[in-house]
């Protein structure tokens, strides 16, 4: 299929745009205008509206460097504790001012990003409130367009492995947190446990909005998958990472596909989002235009997803 290669010329047919938007700015910052004049304010905010329209967005980071803790400013790092071909395992290490990590008995959590097209990072502020009284570890999805072929497969039954493995690395006292889509992994994985009167089962299970019984409260999502074959999201919407990508030949499902599905949801809001911010941008809004930035800078950012597990979340959680 060659969905994903016309995605690609897409965006590099829209580079040079990006490129003359950087050098617009570069032009604008130059010359001795007013930044309070109407052409300055017109110019720079129609400037950015197209440097954002043509951007390619990257991983973003969690960028938690410190949080408030009765009062006083904590410092935080994170630290790689395990990792897996499809994910790494993150703990926020908490540390004072003179960079000592602060050692705290309060309860380890273990929270798990969906996956589906966007990054972890969406939770940043998830991550931020619950570390204020908590110890916490997130599993930090990769990109499947960047893991080689030769790293295998991921299905579901794959992530419920990876919850397993990680539940019997992190102890018998944890807290797991399930956000969305993971409801049903997680659901899986504790349940195993249960059957297995295992030691390290979570001392509780959180499910957020989950899809544990998609008869319940059906929306457009499930209507969807309900109305199409497996076989048609195989033929158009699966795809192969092209040659370029270290993760060449895997098939998957592409994050423009699904950002395009989350946006097509409320696209007359995503549009006039756009062109809010050029409002708010000319007159000088900046809070606003701020606000509108950091949103779209973390919802535009998506990878692809495994097709191995994108179609038997469709075979076994929606059908």
């Not at 994050?255 to 946006?263: A, C, H, K, V």
């Not at 606000?291 to 038997?312: G, N, Q, T």
């Amino acid at each position: 299929m060659l969905l994903y290669h016309l995605n690609e010329f897409k965006s590099a047919s829209l580079w040079p745009a990006h490129l003359w938007s950087e050098a617009n700015n570069l032009f604008l910052n130059a010359i001795p205008f007013d930044s309070r004049t109407p052409f300055r304010r017109i110019a720079s905010a129609s400037n950015e509206v197209l440097e954002r329209t043509t951007r390619i967005y990257n991983h973003p980071s969690f960028g938690i460097k410190k949080i408030e803790k009765n009062g006083k400013v904590v410092f935080v790092e994170e630290e790689t504790i395990r990792e897996k071909p499809f994910c790494t395992l993150k703990k926020f290490v908490r540390k004072n001012s003179k960079g000592k990590t602060i050692l705290e008995e309060e309860p380890l959590v273990l929270i798990v990003p969906p996956l589906s097209g966007h990054f972890a990072t969406l939770l940043r502020d998830t991550v931020a409130t619950t570390l204020i009284d908590h110890n916490v570890v997130v599993m930090d999805w990769h990109d499947a367009r960047l893991v080689p072929l030769k790293k295998g497969e991921f299905s579901l039954d794959t992530y419920v492995e990876y919850l397993l493995e990680f539940i019997e690395f992190l102890g018998t006292e944890i807290h797991i947190i399930a956000v969305c889509q993971p409801a049903v992994p997680v659901l899986m994985a504790v349940s195993i446990l249960a059957a297995r009167n295992s030691a390290k089962q979570p001392r509780s299970m959180v499910l957020m909005g989950g899809p544990i019984d998609t008869r319940v409260n059906p929306g457009k999502v499930n209507q969807f998958a309900l109305d199409h074959k497996i076989e048609w999201f195989e033929r158009n919407i699966v795809a192969k990472i092209p040659l370029y990508y270290q993760g060449a030949g895997r098939k998957v499902c592409p994050g423009f596909i699904m950002l395009n599905g989350f946006m097509t949801l409320n696209l007359e809001r995503h549009q006039d989002a756009s062109f809010d911010l050029f409002l708010n941008l000319v007159k000088g809004d900046l809070g606003h235009a701020e606000s509108h930035r950091k949103f779209y800078d973390e919802y535009r950012s998506v990878m692809d997803i495994p097709a191995e597990y994108f179609l038997d979340s469709l075979r076994y959680i929606f059908k």
